[in-house]
């Protein structure tokens, strides 16, 4: 690989988990700093993966389309149609902001690409009945994944508690590999195993502290303490913890260990190979 060469990079355009931050009823110190435009103030879900292309320019997937998409998307400098919307679950703060995106597929003319786990795709139309009227906007995910330039992405199912099933995100590349899993807890070893082995970059969903904020049998999304103690993650060369709750002040990730930090809205990470040999 050229070192000169422009990074593919995942964007985090939003980093909260599923009521936002600031929680718009709540006073505590991360919903005043958030309230003040502070690092602390994050959108739902959406993540955007840049991915330069051999030929010029660059390919585009958006992953999850939360109800802030619309304003994330808007804040960018320029003009932007992902070339694919990559849909982990039926849940509000992935899907609201797919309302302007199926707006948009016919504007588009078949330049933006929707995708969802084929057991996800009824739920959309259920969701959206207006938009699934004619053609579908939504088409169910091929099994070997689908391509943005050198990347390859899949979906794979993991446990998100009480609410039953999500799916994450593997990102392959010829010179590195991640997973974005935003909404998982209890993810079980072989799943792991298959998933998650020696990644480049990790993005883990850790919606609270730790215990004290919300107890493990009441939540469906790991806790920072949980995410430090899970092989897999510790085993990731870079990890970034999102979809966070006001639970979480991103302002104390000095907890951290050095190869951790904590999303913020609009941070930027590179997709590179790690120094592993
Ligand atoms: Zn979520
Ligand atoms: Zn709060």
Aim: glycine letters at 10%; aromatic letters at 6%; one cysteine or more.
């Amino acid at each position: 690989m050229n070192p000169g060469a422009p990074h593919a990079s995942l964007t985090f355009l939003g980093t909260g988990d599923s009521k936002g931050v600031p929680r718009f009823w709540c006073d505590c110190p991360v919903c005043q700093e958030a309230r003040t435009n502070g690092v602390n103030r994050r959108g739902r879900t959406a993540t955007l993966l840049r991915v330069p292309l051999p030929a010029g320019g660059e390919g585009t997937a958006l992953l999850d389309a939360g109800p802030d998409t619309h304003a994330a998307l808007a804040r960018l400098p320029g003009p932007l149609v992902p070339d694919v919307v990559l849909i982990t679950h039926a849940h509000n703060d992935h899907i609201l902001g797919l309302g302007d995106l199926f707006d948009y597929v016919r504007y588009a003319g078949g330049k933006l690409r929707i995708y969802a786990p084929p057991e996800v795709v009824p739920a959309l139309a259920d969701r959206f009945p207006y938009a699934f009227r004619g053609a579908p906007p939504v088409q169910p995910i091929p099994e070997a994944g689908v391509t943005v330039g050198e990347v390859t992405l899949r979906l794979f199912r993991v446990p998100h508690g009480a609410n039953g099933e999500s799916h994450a995100i593997r990102l392959d590349a010829p010179h590195w590999r991640a997973a974005v899993i935003t909404d998982a807890i209890d993810v079980p070893t072989d799943t792991a195993q298959t998933w998650l082995a020696e990644l480049d970059l990790l993005a883990l969903g850790t919606s609270f502290e730790d215990e004290g904020a919300a107890p493990h049998s009441g939540r469906s999304v790991y806790d920072v303490r949980e995410a430090l103690d899970l092989p897999w993650a510790r085993a990731a060369r870079r990890v970034i913890l999102t979809h966070l709750s006001h639970g979480v002040d991103v302002r104390r990730d000095h907890l951290l260990p050095p190869d951790w930090a904590f999303a913020h809205d609009g941070l930027q990470v590179p997709l590179a190979p790690s120094a592993r040999t």
